[in-house]
C-alpha cells in the first residue's frame, strides 16, 4: 500500500457532484408516514452540515426511519455548491450510536416469512446508505465519541475522517448474537494490520479510547471537550470552486489536526507486542478448526499469553457455530471483494440470517430474554461442526436476480483516503524492504511525511520492535 494512496475512482476526483446511477433511480429511499418525527436532526451552519442520530435512550440505534431520512439529505447535500463539510454525530454523551435495532428484526422473524422479508429490506436500506457514505463525492467526518458498534460502525467506518475521543468504545459485536460483521466490515476489518480485524471480526472484542486510533479503525483522536470548537472551525472553511475532492480533503485533515491535544500517557497501545504476535499467530489460521487448536496450544503453554488464549478460546465456543464459521470465511473472502461488491454481498449473507434461526435465537436470548444462554441451531457446538463448507456454502453463493442495486456507481478495491489514518504495517514494511534506511531512519521518515501527526512515531517504534531488525550495516531487515 503506497503512502499517498491512489485514487481508485473518479467519482473521486473532480467535480464534487454526485454520480448518482440513471438506471437506479427509482431504488431512491423515501420517508413513511409512520416514521419517527425526530429521530434525526439535520443542521446547517455556513457551509457545514450535520447529521444527528436523535435517539440517546436508545444509544442511537438505527433504525428504518432513521435511514429513510438521512439518505435523501445526503443526496441532496453531494449536488449542493452551498455544502462544503458533512459531520455525523450521535446526541447525548454516550454514543454516536450502538448498532441496528437488531430487536425489532428479531421481532419481525418470529412473525414468518413476510416479517423476514421485513428485514431483509431493512438491511437493503441500511447497506444502501453505508455504500453511499463509503463513496460520498463531499467530505465526511463522522464523531465517534461514545458507543460506536455494529450499525454505527457502518455510518462511521468507511469516512475519510474518523474522529475518536477518550469515550470511544468500538466493537462489531455479531458474531454474539448469530450473525456476522456486516456494513462493509467485510472490506474493513480484513484489510487491517495482519490478522487483527479477523480477531476482532469473531471474538467481538473492545477497543476503547485511544486504542481504537492506534488500531487504524480512527484516523483522529480528538478529547471530546474540543469537539464543540471543531465543528465551528469546519464551517469556517471555504473551497474554491476549482478545488477537487482530494485538495478539500487535504485543508479538512490539517484543520482537524489543529484540535489535537495529544495522546494519554497512561494507557499502553492494546494490540501490540506479544499479544499481536499470538493475534497474528492464531488467528491467521486457514481453518476454524486450526485457529482453535492454536489457541489450546497456547493456553496449554502457560505462557504470558496463555490467559488471552484461554480466554480468547471460551468466548470463541459460546458463539454459534454456524455464524463463527461464517465470519471466518467472510474475512478471507472480502481482502478480495471491492466496496461495491461487499455490500452485495453481505445483502445476500445478511437475507440467508435472518431466515436461519442463530440470529433471531441470539438476540432474543441476550437483548430480549437476557438469559445469556442461546440454543443455537444444529450443529450447536464447534466440536460438533464436521463440514465446515458445507456449513458457510450456502451462505456466500450468489443469487444474481437478488443481487442489491446501489444507490451510486461508486467502486474501488482500496480506500482512495487511508493517507489520513496513522501508517499501516504493510507501508512500514514498504519502507523497510527498500533497505536504505536504518530503524531510527524508517522511525524518522514516517513522522516527516506524516508532518507530525501525533501517534506516527509510537505505532513505527511498535511494529519495527515486532517486525523488523538492524542486518549488516545497521540497515533495517524486515522479519
Request: hydrophobic fraction near 40%; aromatic fraction near 8%.
Amino acid at each position: 500500500m503506497p503512502l499517498t494512496a491512489k485514487v481508485m475512482n473518479p467519482a473521486f476526483t473532480g467535480s464534487t457532484k454526485a454520480k448518482m446511477s440513471t438506471s437506479e433511480a427509482p431504488e431512491q429511499i423515501k420517508e413513511l408516514p409512520g416514521d419517527e418525527k425526530e429521530d434525526v436532526l439535520f443542521d446547517t451552519l455556513f457551509g457545514l452540515r450535520t447529521i444527528e442520530l436523535n435517539r440517546p435512550t436508545a444509544l442511537n440505534a438505527l433504525n428504518g426511519s432513521m435511514v429513510r431520512k438521512i439518505v435523501p439529505r445526503l443526496q441532496e447535500w453531494a449536488k449542493s455548491d452551498m455544502a462544503n463539510v458533512v459531520v455525523i454525530k450521535g446526541a447525548g454523551e454516550k454514543a454516536l450510536c450502538a448498532g441496528g435495532d437488531v430487536t425489532s428484526l428479531a421481532k419481525d422473524n418470529k412473525l414468518g416469512e413476510e416479517g423476514q422479508q421485513r428485514s431483509i429490506d431493512y438491511f437493503a436500506q441500511e447497506y444502501k446508505l453505508d455504500h453511499l457514505i463509503a463513496t460520498y463525492t463531499k467530505p465526511y467526518v463522522a464523531i465517534m465519541d461514545g458507543i460506536t458498534m455494529g450499525g454505527g460502525v457502518g455510518l462511521s467506518l468507511h469516512a475519510p475522517f474518523r474522529i475518536a475521543t477518550e469515550k470511544t468504545l468500538f466493537a462489531m459485536p455479531e458474531t454474539t448474537i448469530g450473525f456476522f460483521p456486516d456494513v462493509g466490515a467485510s472490506f474493513f476489518l480484513p484489510r487491517m494490520a495482519g490478522s487483527t480485524g479477523t480477531y476482532l471480526a469473531l471474538t467481538s472484542e473492545r477497543l476503547k479510547g485511544v486504542d481504537v486510533y492506534y488500531a487504524g479503525v480512527a484516523t483522529h483522536y480528538i478529547h471530546s471537550t474540543s469537539l464543540p470548537a471543531l465543528e465551528r472551525r469546519l464551517a469556517e472553511l471555504r473551497f474554491k470552486d476549482y478545488h477537487s475532492l482530494d485538495e478539500r480533503l487535504g485543508l479538512i485533515d490539517s484543520t482537524i489536526e489543529e484540535y489535537t491535544t495529544g495522546l494519554p500517557h497512561d494507557q499502553p497501545m492494546l494490540l501490540s507486542g506479544p499479544l499481536r504476535k499470538s493475534i497474528d499467530a492464531c488467528f491467521s489460521a486457514d481453518t476454524v478448526e486450526e485457529l482453535i487448536k492454536r489457541l489450546s496450544k497456547q493456553a496449554a503453554n502457560n505462557r504470558s499469553n496463555a490467559q488471552w488464549a484461554e480466554k480468547t478460546l471460551l468466548a470463541l465456543k459460546l458463539r454459534s457455530p454456524t455464524s463463527l464459521h461464517v465470519t471466518f470465511q467472510q474475512m478471507k473472502l472480502g481482502r478480495k471483494w471491492s466496496i461495491k461488491e461487499a455490500f452485495q454481498r453481505e445483502h445476500q449473507i445478511a437475507s440467508k440470517f435472518m431466515r436461519h434461526p442463530d440470529f433471531t435465537e441470539g438476540v432474543h436470548a441476550l437483548l430480549i430474554r437476557k438469559d445469556k444462554s442461546p440454543a443455537w441451531a444444529e450443529p450447536s457446538k464447534l466440536e460438533d461442526v464436521k463440514d465446515p463448507a458445507a456449513l458457510t456454502t450456502p451462505f456466500f453463493e450468489v443469487e444474481e436476480g437478488k443481487r442489491l442495486k446501489l444507490l451510486t456507481e461508486g467502486n474501488y478495491n482500496e480506500y482512495p483516503h487511508w493517507r489520513f489514518g496513522l501508517p499501516h504495517e504493510s507501508q512500514i514494511e514498504e519502507v523497510v524492504k527498500k533497505g536504505s534506511r536504518t530503524i531510527p531512519e524508517v522511525v524518522s521518515y514516517f513522522v516527516r511525511e506524516k508532518r507530525g501527526k501525533q501517534g506516527v512515531k509510537e505505532v513505527v517504534e511498535e511494529v519495527l520492535a515486532r517486525r523488523a531488525y538492524s542486518a549488516e550495516g545497521g540497515k533495517a531487515a524486515w522479519l
